[in-house]
């Protein structure tokens, strides 16, 4: 009864696989189609394939004896948007990689046509059409500095210029980045008026803003550049507007004294930022390490000071500090200075200035 059933089961799978060949088309193939990915390694076409990368190529691969196919590449509009490879058998040289046009963000579809293996000019209706679908996100991504920054460092005319990273999209034929001071973004990230063009670094994967325009907010745009195709040249989304809050630094344009014979002294002194408001204090100490006393504060007049007092004969430091507006940074300056019988002699000048 054992070795009946046993030879049974055995007749049975050997009718099914007998059944199964009849049903299945000639010429089933084996080829599937890869993508480039961002790394730029191919990637087996599947369910939820998803890319940066603005030009990648669609390349058949694992050919089996006996496939005929052809592929073809359609983006999100719909539209062609590769050569397609039309017709080709296991035993032709497999066709070229297909460059896919960028079109914008979306869903793009590899179509691949299989036919019977006898149909070698694909002259009949094929056996099977497989869509293979996978999606380009390509964008691009600025890093804001996380605290304020200095137009210029003190008691220098050199402008700042500040690195910021930048996230450059794989494939991409360039990326385009603007700066614009004091704006508003526009809703999609771009930036009104004609903003100046920056010029992103690949290799360090940077791009410098030059603090020139004076302090305030420097707003930065970008977005990456794909290749020109058929249907014309693409962008991906505008990145999320960068910002950098910039400062002056406090330090003196000019300082003279208008008044140097004794025994009470007046000074003038020109601060370098224009838009400097407030009060500078005002504070004198006794040769290079005296204790710091304050003479009191000096109002700022179109960016100057002044300030009288009286002094002794005597080698001194005088330190004027600010407290910053909202254009220029907190800082101070030393100089010094000696009195003999109410002549004075000016010194060295120590500077600096602090963000908050």
Known sequence: MTSYRRSRRAL?????????????????????????????????????????????QVAPTAIAAGDVYSISVAGPNGAAVAVPATCYEAADTPPSPRSVDYVGNGVYTVVLTQYATADRFCGSAPIKQTPLPFTITAS???????????????????????????????????????????????????????????????TTRTVGVRLDKGPGTYVIA??????????GQFFSPWATPAAIRAFAPFDLKSFRWTDSRGPSYRFHATIMETSAT????????????????????????????SKRFRLSTGKW??????????????????RTFQITRHVFFRGATFRSSALR
């Not at 970008?222 to 249907?231: E, P, V």
């Open 278 to 305: 407030g009060k500078v204090n005002v504070a004198i100490g006794r040769g290079k390490k005296g204790k710091y006393k304050s003479y009191g504060t000096a109002k700022i007049r179109k960016h100057a000071f």
């Open 140 to 202: 691009t991504a600025v890093t804001s500095p996380p605290t304020p920054q200095l137009t210029r460092k003190p008691g220098s005319f050199v402008t700042n210029t500040i690195p910021l990273p930048i996230d450059l999209n794989p494939g991409a034929l360039a990326t385009d980045a603007f700066v614009a001071l004091n704006v508003a973004a526009n809703p999609d990230g771009s930036l009104p008026g004609t903003p100046t063009p920056l010029f992103p670094d690949a």
């Open 12 to 56: 049975l799978a050997v009718s099914t696989a007998i059944a199964a060949g009849a049903i299945a088309p000639a010429g089933a193939s084996a080829v599937t189609v890869t993508v480039t990915g961002d790394d730029g390694n191919p990637i087996g076409l599947g369910p939820t394939i998803n890319i940066r990368n603005m030009n990648p």
């Open 222 to 231: 970008a977005r990456a550049k794909g290749y020109t195709g058929s249907s």
């Open 317 to 334: 430091r005088i330190r004027f500090k600010y407290k910053g507006n909202s254009t220029v940074a907190g800082g101070f300056e030393v």
